[in-house]
Every structure is written in C-alpha cells, then in structure tokens.
C-alpha cells in the first residue's frame, strides 16, 4: 500500500511540474500584458526556462521522464500495474497523459520551449542583484 500511495504522490508531484510549466507561461504572458512587476523575476524565470528546456531535451533524446520511470517502479514494488492504481493516481494521471504518437509530443515540448525562449526576448527577467551591490549601504559592508 505504501509504494501504491508514494506512486500516487509522485504522480501529483508531476503534475505540479506540468502545471508549473504550463500556467507559469500564461501568468507571464498575462504579466507582461498587465505589467505584473513579479514575472519578470529572475529566479522564475529562469527556473521556468530550465524546466521546459527538462522536458524538450528529453523529448528530443527520446528519454523517459525520471518521474515517470520513478512511478512505474513504485508501481510494480505496490503490485499494481499503471492502470491499476489508485483512484487518486488514475485521476491524476488522465489529466495529462494521453495516447498520441511521440513526435505530438516531441514537437509540443520543443515548441513550448521555443515560445518560453520568445518571452525572454520580447520580455527578459530583471537581472540578478549584484551580492555586494544588494549589501552596499544596509549595515553589512565594511564591518569586521
């Protein structure tokens, strides 16, 4: 029962990496629309950018995805066959696996990725602080 649950879990960790992707591009094209100030963080962004470029350099190398591997084998130590898993990972699992050809995919993947890339362009992140810039003038420089 325990691996079936872990499976579970792993499943919706998944689907929150999906989801991160995916609403994570529409609040940024909404942010850049609106002029939300926090889209154009760096650490999102640049997190956002390194997630989908995960995903497309897995596609296009033909790799499975860890978390999935990672659930199959939960899978099979819980006894359970994919589709025999819990409601939970059953319900979960439909939300975003389905049955289409690999290119689909493939070409999904890459082409998501390329549009997170035009959104650097037409909207880069602010850049990172400088660690000494961000401390200058607030108490920490120079004591000792």
Known sequence: MLY???ADLLVAIHLAYVGFVVFGQV???LGLFLRWRWVRNPWFRWIHLL???IVAAEAVLDLTCPLTLWEYRLRGL???EV???SF???LLRNLFFFNWPPWVFTATYVG???VVLGTFVLAPPRRFRGASRGLEGKGFAGQG
Do not use: E
Request: glycine share 14%; net charge neutral.
């Open 88 to 90: 939970v990972g059953r």
């Open 78 to 80: 819980a006894g359970q």
């Open 27 to 29: 609040a940024i094209l």
């Open 51 to 53: 997630m989908i470029l």
């Open 112 to 114: 998501f990725a390329l």
């Open 4 to 6: 079936g649950v872990l």
């Open 83 to 85: 589709s025999d898993a």
